[in-house]
């Protein structure tokens, strides 16, 4: 059992910047392939970013590759998503994801999911 508890998301205009923050609780942390995804209104649910289990290997989409930055501290359990140059498409709910095997970019690899947290870009 992996609790995952999402935060940061809020209204921010064009071109600022928003950090995203995921508190993981239950198995050793760095045990999990973890991800963010985010699903935008009436769209499907898709990849945004990754980082596999223990190599820390990270995965961008093409969408947010060299704006968004995934990390993750071990320490403090926490799964973090720093966006920057935000854009009006990037308006979605986020949600935070831990699995264990399968493509890092895939919602079936993950058995975990956070809440969500809503993120809203204004032009």
């Known amino acids: 059992q992996v609790q995952l508890v999402e935060s940061g998301g809020e209204l921010v205009q064009a071109g600022g910047s928003l950090r995203l923050s995921c508190a993981a609780s239950?198995?050793?942390?760095?045990?999990?392939?973890m991800g963010w995804f985010r699903q935008a209104a009436g769209k499907e649910r898709e990849f945004v970013s990754g980082?596999?289990?223990?190599?820390?290997?990270?995965s961008y989409s093409d969408s947010v590759k060299g704006r968004f930055t995934i990390s993750r501290d071990i320490a403090k359990r926490t799964l973090y998503l720093q966006m920057n140059s935000l854009k009006p498409d990037d308006t979605a709910v986020y949600y935070c994801?831990?699995?264990?095997?399968?493509?890092?970019?895939?919602?079936?690899?993950?058995?975990?999911w956070g809440q969500g947290t809503q993120v809203t870009v204004s032009s």
């Open positions: 994801a831990a699995g264990s095997a399968g493509p890092v970019g895939v919602p079936g690899t993950y058995d975990y």
């Open positions: 239950g198995r050793t942390f760095s045990s999990y392939t």
């Open positions: 980082i596999r289990r223990v190599t820390g290997s990270t």
